[in-house]
């Protein structure tokens, strides 16, 4: 969970070290904003109940064999009630990625859900990675024109910890349900692994759907534009924001021209019951204000991360919401 205090220290280390970076211009591109219909608004509550199903100490350390949230104390009808099999819950590598991979015969799909930060361990590692640290990677192909396709270091370690394991898995499950769609989805860090493995997964030529609820920057102009232009041909981008929630705009933009791939889908009214007219499809490129990213004071980051961090836990209900902790 993102407590107040933490979400400041995880600021404080970014502003730190944040010195080697150029200041990025912020270029506010012109978006276009559209509304979204009653069945888009169904997907998108649907896949947050995924997200936070990830949350739940029995999908991913339990022993589940089905996804459920209510022997979590969480609430997740909507995957509760369809026919689902956990296939693959892992617990992975040095940043202690949590998820699973299960299969859901009801709605025909093969489901990739993975935790944000919920436990001390993993906080403590996203603490330390959220200095913002970037690699250069592959991810972008020959797209990787002009940062070398920089991705957030301790994101991109994190999906390389699971990268196997999902990968394998997905295989594995596609082989005997070729017909299923493949979906990958999680809530804050957890979206953040989630974009990276979609796109993993989509460079080794099976289509994703990629929805995600809060999520972070993930890197700057190569990465945003890349996961963008997967869309459609690779599968569907859903990338949801809530209100002013602080951590999609995090690391700052300012701070060395972090970016994020559009259309975002922007809850804008704070709220956890969410209707269509509630919420705003926002296409843009790289960098705009429409939507989540202007929901900033003039106060800085360090306060609305403080004062905002409420919305980031209000994704069609409370975010966790599941105890990821074992049964006391
Ligand atoms: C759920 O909540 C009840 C009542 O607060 C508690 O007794 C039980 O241990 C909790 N279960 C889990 C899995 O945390
Ligand atoms: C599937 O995931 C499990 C972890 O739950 C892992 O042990 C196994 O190797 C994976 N299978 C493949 C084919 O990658
Ligand atoms: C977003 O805008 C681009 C460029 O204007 C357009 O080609 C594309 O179809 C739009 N996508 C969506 C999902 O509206």
Partial sequence: MWSTLKCALLLGAIVVDATPFLKGKSKNSAAQISAIDSDQLSQLEHFSQWAKA???YGNV??????????????????????????????????????????????NKMIVVSIQGTARKSNFDSVLTDLKIARVKTDLC???????????????????????GIVQGNVTAALASHPDY?????????????????????????????????????????DIANYIQSQAPSKGSNFRVTHFNDPVPQLPPHDLGNWDHFYPEFWIK??????????????????YTKAGNEGQTSKFGPLVDIA??????RLYFGTIPGCRSLPPT
């Fill in 181 to 221: 769609k493949v979906i990958v989805t999680g809530h804050s860090l957890g979206a953040a692994i989630a974009a990276l493995l979609a796109t993993m997964i989509r460079n080794a030529g099976t289509n994703v759907d990629l929805y995600n609820y809060g999520q972070p920057h993930l890197g700057t102009t």
């Fill in 61 to 106: 350390q339990g022993g589940n064999t089905k996804v459920e949230c209510s022997n979590s104390n969480g609430t997740c009808p909507l995957v509760e009630t369809a026919s689902t099999s956990i296939i693959a819950p892992f617990v992975q590598g040095e940043s202690d990625t949590k998820g699973f991979v299960a299969v859901d015969d009801t």
């Fill in 141 to 163: 192909k020959t797209a990787n024109t002009k940062d070398g396709c920089e991705v957030h270091k301790g994101f991109y370690k994190a999906a390389m910890d699971v990268q």
């Fill in 307 to 312: 004062e905002h961090v409420g919305a980031h």
């Fill in 54 to 56: 990830a949350y739940c």
């Fill in 269 to 286: 009214i704070n709220t956890g019951t969410v209707a269509a007219t509630d919420v705003d499809q926002i296409n843009a490129t790289l």
